[in-house]
């Protein structure tokens, strides 16, 4: 009965050590497995990062440019020309057309752009301001009813 019992207990130190090197390994890999995805999302989100600043710096080069070989000169010169007003017909002064059809105004897409944001952001402003009067009436009212129905219960 006690070899049984030995036998019993050295099959179930076995059984636990065989268990705990299989759970070992199974941790180890699951770490393993962790930190290789980890890696991964980080390098990822690095690659991801490095071509969104390369594409700004493309974009920022290219109006640096833009802006370096601006000519005040020239562009002063195509808005006098597109404006010309004699003198004493301030009235009846009408824009020339350009007298360069090819030169534009680099910016003249971006203040039509920022002309239309404007109106959606007045239309946007004006749809909050009306929410905001509505949600304000329905307090008032709310607070009315409230005042009669405290003013009964005395």
Not at 11 to 17: C, E, F, L, M
Not at 29 to 44: H, N, P
Not at 103 to 121: C, K, M
Not at 126 to 143: A, F, I, K, P
């Amino acid at each position: 009965m006690t070899n049984q019992a030995e036998s019993n207990v050295h099959k179930a130190s076995v059984d636990a050590s065989r268990t705990t090197v299989q759970l070992e390994e199974t941790i180890d890999e699951f770490q393993k497995q962790k930190l290789k995805d980890i890696q991964k999302i980080f390098l990822d989100f690095v690659t991801i990062e490095m071509v969104f600043h390369a594409k700004a710096l493309e974009v920022y080069s290219s109006a640096f440019q833009n802006l370096e070989s601006y000519d005040l000169e020239k562009d002063l010169e195509d808005f006098r020309a597109k404006t010309h007003i004699s003198p004493g017909t301030l009235n009846e002064a009408r824009p020339v057309p350009a007298t360069n059809p090819s030169s534009r105004i680099p910016w003249s897409t971006a203040i039509q752009s920022v002309q239309s944001t404007l109106q959606q952001l007045t239309m946007v402003e004006s749809d909050e301001e009306s929410e905001e009067n509505q949600l304000e009436g329905s307090r008032s009212h709310e607070y009315a009813q409230i005042q009669r129905g405290a003013s009964r219960a005395r």
